[in-house]
């Protein structure tokens, strides 16, 4: 098979050095990639919400599969135009990608459905969103944005004070642009969080094993929110118990609630979950692999991917059986200097080998570029260094001593992953 792979980061780097373990995957293509995926793949110039350009590609290379990894794209209908030109696509249609771009409607789907989640209110007047705050005189309390806004449409207000900022921005100055027509104001709930990615062709889900990501960009969870800073599989947390009571009272529902709304979900459906004193509730669904989840769950994965990936595509997933290592995986992030605010580009990454490797572990690649065979830094995450281990203690003993030997102007990362 030839597959195309859209996206850049590390999770398309992940998935692409996963795909290509089976002797079934030819050839992959990647647009636009990065630095290290240039090593693994053949990089495409596409941008990934150019539509018409992926379509082009994907006819030009004669590609078998692609394979579309980002929200954006996903939201925007690019496996449904995938179809529509006769191209298998692997990914949740534009309706059922929804449950990550409106988030109005994933919880109106959890309340209708019975699904666990915090309480809400959901509001398209800033006024009125404000009175309903004052009135509540609750803190924290917890305000989202309906759209995507590239992970930062959460804003946990402390006080009134930080409330009104929050409403302001999202609702009047509309920071998030159309994403902030809506917001929803949650309940503060608290409790270890846990991911879990499941494969699903909207009949069958099969829960991959769970994760926990490291949000915030500072030890001790402190500083600000970014895309990731670091994961571990499993995650301690997420007993049988608890994983036997998601699978009958989140997992199974949540397929069944899309399809009876008409949207069956095909592809990787993600659940934030939170374990709270008050039992497990939904946090938010994503439409597609976590980043950096998938650098720390593909590693475990013992089938594969290609078989589970193309059983999606033609539904027939309860066909396939999934095995997966015993053995923990952990990632730990490479930024650059004062991400996720501002940040430098183009700054030499020392400590690679031609391949964009440690010997001893795989690096995944995020905001990386290959200029005359010097990777160098060209995004806010860098890289992901990932280690295998028979206990999680020796995976994360692994992966830090991989960080040790890499090193750019201004890296930072965090030292307590798996820590907690
Ligand atoms: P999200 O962008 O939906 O993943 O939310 C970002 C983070 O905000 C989550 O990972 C949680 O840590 C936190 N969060 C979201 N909703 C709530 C809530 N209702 N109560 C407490 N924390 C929350
Ligand atoms: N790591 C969180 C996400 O991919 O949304």
Known sequence: MKILMVGSGGREHTLIRKL??????????????????????????????????MIKAAKELEVDLVFVAPDDPLAAGMVDKMQQAGIRAFGPSAKAAEIESSKVFSKNLM???????????????????????????????????????LGKGVIIAQNLQEAKEALNSIMNDKVFGVSGNKIVIEEFITGPEVSVLAFTDGKTIYPMV??????????????????????????????????????????????????????AFKGCLYFG?????????????????????????????????????????????????????????????????????????????????????????????????????????NGGRVLGVTSLGSTLDIALENAYKGVQKISFDGMHYRTDIGKK
């Open 20 to 53: 290509k373990e089976s002797p079934k995957v030819e050839r992959v293509f990647c647009a636009p990639g990065n630095g290290g995926i240039e090593c693994d793949a053949k990089c495409v110039s596409i941008d990934v919400m150019d539509i018409d350009g």
């Open 210 to 263: 769970s994760s926990m990501d490291h949000k915030r960009a500072l030890d001790g969870d402190e500083g600000l929110n970014t895309g990731g800073m670091g994961t571990i599989s499993p995650n301690p947390y997420y007993s049988d118990e608890i994983e036997k009571y998601c699978m009958d009272n989140i997992f199974i529902p949540t397929v069944n609630a899309m399809n009876k709304e008409g949207r």
């Open 111 to 149: 309340k209708k459905y019975n699904i666990p989640t915090a309480d809400y209110e959901v509001f398209d007047d800033y006024q009125k969103a404000l009175d309903y705050i004052v009135n509540q005189n609750k803190f924290p309390t917890v305000i989202k944005a309906d759209g995507l806004a």
């Open 273 to 377: 979950l939170m374990i709270t004193p008050n039992g497990v509730k939904v946090i938010e669904y994503n439409a597609r692999f976590g980043d950096p989840e998938a650098q720390v769950v593909l590693p475990r994965l013992k089938t594969p991917l290609i078989d589970i990936v193309n059983a999606i595509v033609d539904e027939n997933l309860s066909n396939v059986k999934i095995e997966w290592s015993e053995d923990a995986c952990a990632c730990v992030v490479l930024a650059s200097g004062g991400y996720p605010q501002e940040y430098k580009k183009g700054i030499e990454i020392k400590g690679l080998n031609s391949d964009g490797q440690l010997d001893e572990m795989t690096v995944y690649h995020a905001g990386t570029k290959l200029e005359d065979g010097v990777f160098k830094t």
